[in-house]
């Protein structure tokens, strides 16, 4: 089984999320907003490794944004 990317998320001033996501290959991180991410679609890093998210993984990013906001009382 493949491994999940590692990945962190970033709200803008608007509480819009961003996910960062870090190559396994070479550890660049790519940023993409979280509601543009779609299950598996591949993602291309500057080194030319995909990178993808299952929907395992998005469900995961949305549910700590939805954390990050509770926190935040937004």
């Not at 550890?27 to 395992?56: F, Q, V």
Request: with cysteine; glycine share 2%; charged share 25%.
């Amino acid at each position: 089984m493949k491994q999940q990317p590692r990945f962190d998320i970033d709200l803008d001033r608007h509480y819009n999320a961003t996910v960062v996501i870090a190559c396994d290959d070479c550890g660049h991180e790519s940023r993409l907003n979280l509601k543009a991410l779609s299950p598996d679609a591949a993602i291309r890093c500057r080194c030319g490794a995909t990178i993808a998210m299952t929907p395992l993984a998005i469900s995961k990013a949305r549910q700590r944004v939805d954390l990050i906001k509770q926190a935040y009382r937004v």
